[in-house]
């Protein structure tokens, strides 16, 4: 008979823990079954019967068990009880759930364990020592009452605490002891579970942790602290848990994972896992090399999936991982351009841009109209029209599926002071966003209007005052994205040096030198038109500063084509 014993606390897939249980005592390791109470009596009389066979197998006294609860501990204790009793050449018991799944040929866990015959593996920690605290209570769960079943009597549980609090109540701990914490699934020495099982003072410590939260995480890995000689706080059992603090399950996908982590045991196994069952069970030819128990090697893995559990995935919504406001670095899934003023300074900037970069080159997004889609277009991917009033709805929701569903092909857009302005704060914090301005240029539209100018001096007010409020949040040291503010004096006196930069960002593919360059609008007697709004009582700065007499811009040449200046 092997010196590791087994105890296992059952409630669910009985035929899983039996066929577990033969495992063990295949290879000489006894086992004792504690059999939750509120299994129904019938379906555990078959299931003893089914099990009466082995000698190797014992029951223990049955108690009623929920999370949470003292239950478990008197369950693990009275298993315990047992094993030490009928199984005297036993010097290591391993507790051990239904759902859990030994990874490694038992052989190498019961000669691990040989060599180590004194160390005693149990995770065991202060409350101010552990990162995984989940609701709230750490210390509080040693120095409060809890009577009430958090999982079924929540509302009563809650009340109970807030009363303790606001009486100040405070439960005096039990002298010499030091609380800790740790995982429930622990492989304690003979010398130190019977010290902890018949401990004089017993009485004393069960009735404290009786009214403890969650005892059997705190039980165990406070008394063991009493008696043994050699602690090593970690588990031998891979047991891994998500950021609210339930224990993810292992289905037949995790195979390999499982592999990597070179634990002795895994928890918690989906009961369906036909294949888990059958390779760790029955394949020791192909189990795990001979190494030391390493979960933390598959930590990378957990900590990803925690991440995408509570944060989701970028531009991408669905059930259960709508991504919260500044809970992601990025709104939207992929990167993409936006781009402000080109279209009035350069009549034919889309087009020319499409044709250089071979993006799809929208026109305003957030036109007060429509959705100015490429090439005209009143549908594009994912079944997102041109309509204003769907568009405004949700305008983040709207732009996030818009990237999304052209995933694959640079987008890139316009946008303006006139244009729908709730997507301001999401283009500024969206690190996938690529703005480049040239301030002051929506008033190219008004200069070349025929509109009274009455009206022209109150809508350049109107669209300065929006603009200003737009450059001010992209200046904000909170901003995501990736800013380039020209002033439209600027920006004409050499485009071809910031046209240049853009397209570099686009992407490295591109030519590295502009062979072609969009036509430029005619900006004689633009200066003359600021200097009116001047006069007018309206004083236009964001466009920079144009002479009253400047004429027709000097634009330098690129390499092959003339660059073109309407005049």
């Excluded at 769960?141 to 606001?166: A, C, G, I, N």
Aim: charged content about 25%; aromatic content about 12%.
């Amino acid at each position: 008979m092997s010196a590791v014993g087994i105890v296992m606390l059952v409630h669910t897939a009985l035929d899983r823990a039996a066929q577990v249980a033969r495992h063990w005592t295949a290879s000489g390791c006894p086992v004792v079954l504690h059999v939750d109470k509120n299994v129904d009596a019938a379906v555990f009389r078959k299931f003893r019967q089914s099990l009466a066979q082995d000698p190797l197998i014992k029951f223990c006294k049955r108690h009623r068990c929920e999370w949470g609860t003292w239950g478990i501990v008197a369950a693990s204790q009275s298993a315990s009880a047992l094993m030490l009793k009928e199984f005297p050449a036993v010097r290591h018991v391993y507790l051990s759930s239904g759902s859990c799944l030994p990874l490694r040929p038992v052989e190498e866990l019961v000669d691990y364990l040989a060599a180590r015959p004194r160390t005693d593996f149990i995770e065991s920690a202060t409350t101010a020592d552990v990162p995984w605290i989940v609701g709230g209570l750490d210390f509080e769960r040693f120095t409060l009452r809890f009577p009430f079943s958090w999982k079924k009597h929540r509302y009563l549980f809650d009340r109970y605490v807030d009363l303790q609090r606001r009486l100040g109540m405070r439960r005096r701990i039990p002298a010499g002891l030091v609380p800790h914490m740790g995982s429930q699934w622990w492989c304690l020495t003979r010398q130190t579970l019977s010290a902890i099982l018949e401990d004089p003072e017993r009485p004393t410590y069960d009735a404290y942790f009786q009214k403890v939260w969650i005892p059997d995480e705190s039980y165990y890995q406070t008394l063991a602290r009493q008696y043994s000689t050699n602690i090593e706080s970690r588990s031998l059992t891979l047991s891994k848990f998500d950021f609210q603090g339930k224990p993810h399950i292992f289905y037949d996908d995790h195979l390999q994972l499982l592999r990597r982590s070179d634990c002795f045991v895994a928890r918690k196994i989906w009961p369906k896992a036909d294949r888990l069952y059958q390779t760790f069970l029955t394949d020791s030819a192909g189990a795990m090399k001979k190494t030391e128990p390493n979960p933390g090697k598959i930590d990378r893995i957990f900590a990803k999936a925690v991440e995408r559990r509570t944060r989701g995935r970028p531009g991408l919504y669905m059930q259960s991982r709508f991504p919260g406001r500044w809970s992601v670095n990025s709104v939207t899934s992929n990167p993409y351009s936006v781009f402000q003023g080109f279209s009035e300074l350069f009549e034919d900037f889309e087009s020319w841009l499409s044709r250089i970069t071979g993006a799809r080159v929208h026109g305003h997004l957030f036109a007060p109209e429509r959705a100015e889609l490429a090439g005209g277009g009143a549908m594009i991917n994912g079944a997102l029209t041109d309509n204003a009033k769907t568009r405004d709805y949700n305008v983040q929701s709207f732009l996030t599926n818009l990237i999304w569903n052209t995933r694959g092909e640079r987008q890139c857009f316009q946008f303006g002071p006139g244009d729908n302005q709730k997507i301001c704060k999401v283009l500024a914090r969206d690190q996938n966003a690529q703005i480049s301005v040239i301030s002051g240029a929506w008033a190219i539209p008004l200069f070349r209007s025929n509109q009274n100018f009455t009206d022209l001096r109150r809508e350049a007010a109107r669209l300065q005052q929006l603009e200003a409020k737009y450059l001010n949040l992209l200046r904000d040291q909170e901003t995501k994205a990736r800013v380039r503010i020209w002033t439209m004096a600027e920006f004409i006196e050499a485009p071809m040096e910031p046209l240049q930069t853009i397209l570099d960002e686009l992407g490295p593919q591109l030519p590295r030198h502009l062979s072609e360059a969009p036509t430029m609008v005619n900006l004689d007697g633009f200066g003359q038109f600021l200097q009116n709004l001047k006069n007018q009582g309206m004083h236009p700065y964001l466009m920079g500063d144009f002479s009253v007499e400047q004429g027709p811009v000097n634009m330098p040449k690129p390499p092959r084509k003339p660059y073109l200046v309407r005049k």
